[in-house]
């Protein structure tokens, strides 16, 4: 199992432009985090006061030092995206609805602001190899997550999303709250109930409400405000009904060792989802 | 359109078993206490790079010489560094598998099976290995990653920039995985792990976006489209291409794959008609004239 790898699937960053004039919290935040290694670089120089002659402990424990400093880069700029949003979000609620996509729509100007001050931390959490970090990022945000929840190899976005227990977002899934759609821009609440799984390569809208252990099968899509029926597997673009999920009952794994062996005719099965091709290469 | 897929099928108390649909390998909870593997690994590998970083500096006493070859000194240590990663992880891995082998099946997601915490400690190991590559300044370097812990590929293959499973997976010659894609040889259904080898046979090529599901057999020359799924076992018969949104299905015969069988023209040479064909080349205008007089000379 790796990352998604050097062709980046789903932007790992809140979605939007870095504005230029909202570029003075960016740059703000990324000076904080170095200098902060900074500071910490300073302080086992100073001391293990390696001059002429070397130290043993300072290259010893340089490895370990390189992985707390990157740590702490990270919650320190948490820390100040955080009260960067606190105050923002004290001048502007944040609230849902549909705004207008132009400047002088208050509620988009100060979206785009929140997303400026979130994307250097979440970007510096992503990037770090232990996958919990994303989790401790989207709570600072005020994301209703748990560890048991699996984030880190898909896109989600930072405000407005509920997740119950066990949720698995696929590899490079998409879990939005906020879309652009023309000249307007939609805000909406998504909730993702308890062991909810959305597969590979799959989008769910804003406004959708996966109810508990429903499947989203991989490559689908989910339409703005679709509630998603407990307990259902939905499959396609936009995501239809496919069949029961039973397979959170006991004692399956003989069925399903078997079922796995035979052949699926997957092309009478899934007629419905497609418009068939035919001309004279086409055989069937 | 109706609102779902068929309306007779789901209404029916019949329970449907088949696994015929994707969802996802992610890990289903992050197993926290087996990042404890990860600092004796980062540790142990950054260390490597210190200490060659230390012995050079040793050698090369003059500072000005040492600020000249910094650049070239972090490249070569950052890559000392995921070497160092690479070679505990498998000691690691080495160790793990003696204790426990890792096999195909149907398994319970859940902890206190053995073959699920087995295989979660596995991906969170070989992660990292893997994170280390892709984020390197050589991506490509991931495919030699990828035969180091346990997929058998040759170099003549292409899947850096795919998102694959560690283990399971068996490529044949000259295979070409598209961008973004997802080759799974596990998979989470429910309550349930599925754990089935993967094959992809001679000179198949898996189109951008798309998902290979476990147990998924591409036959000699067979084509997966983009932004394609297949559905676990699903068999991909050789020399057709599939494509569909959400779930594989056949389109046409891989006639493309025919142009590289040079064998196949010489045998239909003789029995088919000659036809004189002018074919416009990419030839500089003066060196078309002298293509030209060869040909009335004949």
Same mark, same amino acid.
């Given at each position: 199992?790796?990352?998604?790898?050097?062709?980046?699937?789903?932007?790992?960053?809140?979605?939007?432009?870095?504005?230029?004039?909202?570029?003075?919290?960016?740059?703000?935040?990324?000076?904080?985090?170095?200098?902060?290694?900074?500071?910490?670089?300073?302080?086992?120089?100073?001391?293990?006061?390696?001059?002429?002659?070397?130290?043993?402990?300072?290259?010893?424990?340089?490895?370990?030092?390189?992985?707390?400093?990157?740590?702490?880069?990270?919650?320190?700029?948490?820390?100040?995206?955080?009260?960067?949003?606190?105050?923002?979000?004290?001048?502007?609620?944040?609230? =849902?609805?549909?705004?207008?996509?132009?400047?002088?729509?208050?509620?988009?100007?100060?979206?785009?602001?929140?997303?400026?001050?979130?994307?250097?931390?979440?970007?510096?959490?992503?990037?770090?190899?232990?996958?919990?970090?994303?989790?401790?990022?989207?709570?600072?945000?005020?994301?209703?997550?748990?560890?048991?929840?699996?984030?880190?190899?898909?896109?989600?976005?930072?405000?407005?999303?509920?997740?119950?227990?066990?949720?698995?977002?696929?590899?490079?899934?998409?879990?939005?709250?906020?879309?652009?759609?023309?000249?307007?821009?939609?805000?909406?609440?998504?909730?993702?109930?308890?062991?909810?799984?959305?597969?590979?390569?799959?989008?769910?809208?804003?406004?959708?409400?996966?109810?508990?252990?429903?499947?989203?099968?991989?490559?689908?899509?989910?339409?703005?405000?679709?509630?998603? =029926?407990?307990?259902?597997?939905?499959?396609?673009?936009?995501?239809?009904?496919?069949?029961?999920?039973?397979?959170?009952? =006991?004692?399956? =794994?003989?069925?399903?060792?078997?079922?796995?062996?035979?052949?699926?005719?997957?092309?009478?099965?899934?007629?419905?989802?497609?418009?068939?091709?035919?001309?004279?290469?086409?055989?069937? | 359109?109706?609102?779902?897929?068929?309306?007779?099928?789901?209404?029916?108390?019949?329970?449907?078993?088949?696994?015929?649909?994707?969802?996802?390998?992610?890990?289903?909870?992050?197993?926290?206490?087996?990042?404890?593997?990860?600092?004796?690994?980062?540790?142990?590998?950054?260390?490597?790079?210190?200490?060659?970083?230390?012995?050079?500096?040793?050698?090369?006493?003059?500072?000005?010489?040492?600020?000249?070859?910094?650049?070239?000194?972090?490249?070569?240590?950052?890559?000392?560094?995921?070497?160092?990663?690479?070679?505990?992880?498998?000691?690691?891995?080495?160790?793990?598998?003696?204790?426990?082998?890792?096999?195909?099946?149907?398994?319970?997601?859940?902890?206190?099976?053995?073959?699920?915490?087995?295989?979660?400690?596995?991906?969170?190991?070989?992660?990292?290995?893997?994170?280390?590559?892709?984020?390197?300044?050589?991506?490509?370097?991931?495919?030699?990653?990828?035969?180091?812990?346990?997929?058998?590929?040759?170099?003549?293959?292409?899947?850096?920039?795919?998102?694959?499973?560690?283990?399971?997976?068996?490529?044949?010659?000259?295979?070409?995985?598209?961008?973004?894609?997802?080759?799974?040889?596990?998979?989470?259904?429910?309550?349930?792990?599925?754990?089935?080898?993967?094959?992809?046979?001679?000179?198949?090529?898996?189109?951008?976006?798309?998902?290979?599901?476990?147990?998924?057999?591409?036959?000699?020359?067979?084509?997966?489209?983009?932004?394609?799924?297949?559905?676990?076992?699903?068999?991909?018969?050789?020399?057709?291409?599939?494509?569909?949104?959400?779930?594989?299905?056949?389109?046409?015969?891989?006639?493309?794959?025919?142009?590289?069988?040079?064998?196949?023209?010489?045998?239909?040479?003789?029995?088919?008609?000659?036809?004189?064909?002018?074919?416009?080349?990419?030839?500089?205008?003066?060196?078309?004239?002298?293509?030209?007089?060869?040909?009335?000379?004949?």
């Amino acid at each position: 199992m790796s990352v998604p790898s050097s062709l980046k699937v789903g932007p790992n960053t809140t979605l939007t432009l870095a504005k230029k004039r909202y570029l003075i919290f960016y740059i703000l935040l990324i000076w904080i985090s170095i200098f902060t290694i900074q500071f910490e670089f300073w302080l086992l120089w100073d001391i293990y006061d390696i001059g002429y002659e070397y130290n043993v402990h300072f290259y010893l424990f340089l490895p370990l030092m390189v992985f707390v400093m990157y740590l702490s880069a990270i919650f320190v700029s948490l820390i100040f995206a955080k009260l960067m949003l606190t105050i923002v979000n004290f001048i502007h609620k944040p609230r =849902e609805g549909i705004f207008l996509r132009h400047s002088s729509d208050k509620d988009y100007r100060y979206w785009s602001i929140r997303s400026v001050i979130k994307k250097w931390p979440l970007w510096i959490s992503h990037k770090f190899p232990f996958p919990f970090m994303n989790n401790i990022c989207l709570k600072i945000f005020g994301v209703k997550t748990r560890f048991s929840n699996s984030l880190f190899e898909g896109f989600v976005d930072t405000e407005f999303l509920d997740f119950g227990k066990n949720v698995v977002i696929g590899q490079s899934a998409i879990v939005q709250s906020a879309v652009i759609v023309g000249n307007l821009f939609i805000i909406r609440k998504t909730i993702l109930e308890e062991n909810v799984v959305v597969g590979a390569h799959s989008i769910v809208m804003p406004g959708t409400h996966m109810k508990k252990n429903s499947i989203l099968a991989g490559s689908s899509l989910t339409t703005v405000g679709q509630e998603l =029926e407990d307990g259902w597997i939905y499959l396609g673009a936009p995501a239809k009904k496919y069949k029961r999920n039973v397979f959170s009952e =006991e004692d399956l =794994e003989h069925i399903i060792a078997e079922e796995i062996e035979k052949e699926v005719k997957i092309d009478i099965k899934t007629e419905d989802l497609y418009t068939m091709r035919k001309d004279k290469h086409t055989k069937t | 359109m109706s609102d779902s897929l068929d309306k007779e099928k789901l209404n029916s108390e019949k329970i449907d078993y088949t696994i015929d649909f994707v969802t996802t390998s992610a890990v289903s909870k992050i197993g926290i206490k087996f990042l404890i593997f990860y600092i004796p690994i980062i540790w142990a590998s950054g260390y490597m790079a210190t200490a060659f970083f230390f012995d050079m500096s040793m050698i090369i006493n003059n500072w000005v010489v040492t600020m000249f070859l910094l650049p070239f000194w972090i490249f070569i240590l950052y890559f000392v560094f995921v070497f160092g990663v690479a070679l505990f992880t498998k000691g690691f891995l080495l160790m793990i598998n003696m204790i426990h082998k890792p096999k195909e099946g149907v398994f319970r997601a859940e902890e206190g099976d053995q073959d699920f915490e087995f295989w979660r400690l596995r991906v969170e190991l070989k992660k990292l290995v893997f994170w280390f590559m892709n984020n390197g300044p050589l991506p490509w370097i991931v495919m030699w990653g990828f035969r180091w812990l346990g997929i058998r590929v040759d170099f003549s293959s292409h899947m850096q920039d795919a998102w694959a499973d560690g283990g399971f997976i068996e490529f044949g010659r000259n295979v070409t995985v598209g961008q973004g894609c997802v080759v799974m040889s596990s998979m989470v259904v429910g309550k349930y792990l599925i754990i089935k080898k993967v094959i992809l046979g001679d000179y198949t090529v898996v189109g951008g976006v798309s998902n290979i599901s476990p147990g998924t057999i591409m036959g000699n020359e067979s084509v997966v489209g983009a932004f394609t799924a297949t559905v676990p076992n699903q068999h991909l018969e050789p020399g057709w291409i599939y494509l569909g949104p959400h779930v594989a299905r056949k389109l046409k015969v891989n006639k493309y794959a025919e142009q590289r069988r040079d064998i196949i023209y010489r045998k239909n040479v003789d029995e088919e008609t000659k036809y004189e064909v002018q074919q416009e080349v990419n030839i500089d205008e003066d060196k078309k004239r002298l293509l030209n007089n060869s040909n009335k000379e004949e």
